[in-house]
């Protein structure tokens, strides 16, 4: 596609209840991230994939946080037994290629979260 | 560890006047710096970015940024603000890992208003 697309860009939920959320990168983009952006704070790393592996998962907040990524492609970021803590906008990034520290993220519009 | 600081977490100038957003990192290594920008409601777009080379790199909107090494800085300038500047702005570095990937660590944003 033309750019990140992310879905849903809103969704609120129970808590307690498991939310899905979807990352559409560029075709061609082997390196995905999801960052959590939280009211008034910075952008925090969640996690890396390059292809359909996931080296670095230091920056998942806890075990009810989990990622796969399919086909080098769509990655879902999955958060069960949501809290209020969690409500946050989740941006996905992607680019070409990873290793080399030259290369431009592209970043979704973001799915912002909201658990009630 | 490798962090960025954006000292001012909200600026606010006048139509017209100059700007400079302060940032400073913590790398070993010759840093890879951009400067992202947030305008409410969308993703993250990339303003500049520096890699090698000359110090003063341009970007898109007129910004400008200058790398120096000497300071750990890599603050972002321009000339005259207009009010579609409004927005936030993330300063970021690239970090290298071993094992063959990089992801970008964040500075925690600093919120420019701008003032007809």
């Known amino acids: 596609g033309a750019g990140v697309s992310q879905s849903p860009s809103n969704k609120v939920t129970e808590k307690g209840k498991d939310v899905e959320l979807r990352c559409d990168p560029i075709?061609?983009?082997?390196?995905l991230y999801w960052y959590r952006q939280s009211l008034g704070q910075g952008l925090e790393f969640l996690i890396y994939?390059?292809?359909?592996?996931?080296?670095?998962k230091s920056g998942l907040p806890s075990d009810r946080f989990s990622a796969e990524r399919t086909g080098g492609s769509v990655s879902t970021l999955t958060i069960q037994r949501t809290q209020q803590e969690d409500s946050a906008v989740y941006l996905c990034?992607?680019?070409?290629?990873?290793?080399?520290?030259?290369?431009?993220?592209?970043f979704g519009q973001g799915t912002r979260l909201t658990v009630v | 560890a490798q962090s960025v600081t954006q000292p001012d977490i909200h600026i606010t100038v006048s139509e017209g006047a100059s700007l400079e957003l302060r940032c400073n990192y913590s790398?070993?290594?010759?840093?890879?710096l951009f400067w992202y920008v947030q305008s409410p409601g969308q993703g993250l777009q990339l303003l500049l970015k520096?890699?090698?080379?000359?110090?003063l790199v341009q970007g898109i909107k007129g910004f400008e940024a200058e790398f120096k090494r000497s300071q750990s800085s890599f603050n972002l300038r321009k000339p005259s603000v207009h009010w579609s500047d409004a927005a936030e702005y993330f300063c970021?570095?690239?970090?290298?890992?071993?094992?063959?990937?990089?992801?970008?660590?964040f500075g925690a944003g600093t919120r420019l208003a701008v003032h007809p």
């Open positions: 075709s061609g983009h082997t390196a």
């Open positions: 970021a570095v690239d970090q290298v890992l071993s094992g063959g990937y990089n992801k970008l660590i």
């Open positions: 994939f390059q292809g359909n592996s996931a080296p670095d």
């Open positions: 520096y890699f090698s080379g000359d110090t």
């Open positions: 790398y070993g290594a010759t840093p890879y």
């Open positions: 990034a992607s680019s070409l290629m990873a290793g080399t520290g030259d290369t431009e993220a592209f």
